[in-house]
């Protein structure tokens, strides 16, 4: 039986977001999708959650020094 990477307490939750939500994360910010840090589309969580080229991942942490952690990577081929 296959384990689910999703599932794995050391993989962060990593979320595809939509073109609305990518406008009100980014709407007050001179925001280029060039300039995110890189995912890419054969990363083994990538795969998981069906993410294609050129969809923004949002990818929250949980620390317990620094608590909740939010970063966002685009995918590339």
């Known amino acids: 039986?296959?384990?689910?990477?999703?599932k794995h307490e050391l993989?962060?939750?990593?979320?595809?977001?939509s073109e609305s939500e990518i406008e009100?994360?980014?709407k007050d910010l001179d925001f280029d999708r060039e300039h995110l840090p890189k995912?890419?589309?054969n990363d083994p969580v990538a795969k998981a959650?069906?993410?294609k080229k050129g969809d923004i991942?949002?990818?929250t942490r949980n620390s317990p020094?620094?608590?909740t952690f939010v970063t966002y990577r685009v995918v590339e081929g």
């Open 1 to 6: 039986m296959k384990e689910d990477i999703l």
């Open 11 to 17: 993989v962060p939750n990593h979320v595809v977001l």
């Open 24 to 26: 009100k994360v980014f």
């Open 39 to 41: 995912i890419k589309s």
């Open 49 to 51: 959650i069906d993410a």
């Open 57 to 59: 991942l949002e990818i």
């Open 65 to 67: 020094t620094a608590g």
